[in-house]
């Protein structure tokens, strides 16, 4: 597409963000070191299909928790680990140093365009508002189990709630399934944030930064 033909300045209020992979990255994220850590603190890991087990119940977690502490209790009971509050405190210290993100180099340049922004994500809301990105942008997260992207509701529910159409929104995230095709269909103009050149086929709108917002935004300045 070229963005040369495109004036999306003079129609666009609404940016909407995901969150992971596209304003922040995981400082550490060793899947090997993690599992080891939990077998340590006595979480029966044994084989392939129970790291996957413990994985996909803790990305469930990871999307409806209100604190650590909620998802340090909720994996402890889940897996039947001691739950003793010396036992619950440990674990929310230990995941507070493990599990942690930074902020892209380019997400203040980003948020400095004059538009509203909104961050669509299927993260707790306490590990993104330690971004401190709530005080700029309109945080929505999942409500309930089921309520996750790529549901077009949670797309609705952003325009629904800031009382903005789809011509007047665009969509910046690291997903085609997840973020792109969904916004899509609702007719939201979407682009393709793809840091490390893992879609090199992708034909539509795409950036490898979000400092590259401003081109197609305000083409020819």
Request: hydrophobic share 40%; net charge positive; charged share 25%.
């Given at each position: 597409m070229n963005i040369k033909n495109q004036n999306f300045s003079q129609q666009i209020k609404l940016l909407i963000f995901?969150?992971?992979?596209?304003?922040?990255?995981?400082?550490?994220?060793?899947?090997?070191?993690?599992?080891?850590?939990?077998?340590?603190?006595?979480?029966?890991?044994?084989?392939?299909e129970e790291e996957q087990k413990l994985s996909s119940f803790f990305s469930k977690l990871m999307c409806f928790s209100k604190s650590w502490e909620n998802l340090s209790r909720d994996l402890l009971k889940e897996f039947k680990v001691n739950t003793k509050e010396d036992s619950v405190l440990l674990l929310i210290n230990s995941l507070k140093e493990k599990i942690v993100f930074k902020l892209y180099d380019d997400v203040e340049e980003a948020f400095g365009l004059p538009f509203e922004k909104a961050i669509l994500t299927d993260s707790a809301s306490f590990l993104v508002e330690?971004?401190?990105?709530?005080?700029?942008?309109?945080?929505?997260?999942?409500?309930?189990?089921?309520?996750?992207?790529?549901?077009?509701?949670?797309?609705?529910?952003?325009?629904?709630?800031?009382?903005?159409?789809?011509?007047?929104t665009?969509?910046?995230?690291?997903?085609i399934r997840r973020d792109l095709v969904p916004a899509e269909k609702l007719g939201i103009k979407s682009i393709l944030i793809d840091r490390e050149n893992k879609f090199p086929s992708y034909t539509e709108l795409k950036i490898n930064s979000l400092n590259k917002l401003k081109d197609i935004l305000y083409p020819g300045l």
């Open positions: 995901d969150f992971w992979g596209t304003l922040a990255y995981p400082a550490k994220n060793n899947p090997e070191e993690f599992y080891s850590f939990l077998r340590n603190f006595g979480f029966k890991i044994r084989n392939k330690a971004s401190g990105l709530q005080k700029e942008a309109t945080l929505f997260i999942p409500a309930k189990p089921g309520g996750l992207k790529p549901d077009p509701k949670v797309f609705l529910k952003v325009l629904n709630t800031l009382k903005i159409k789809p011509k007047e665009i969509m910046v995230g690291d997903s």
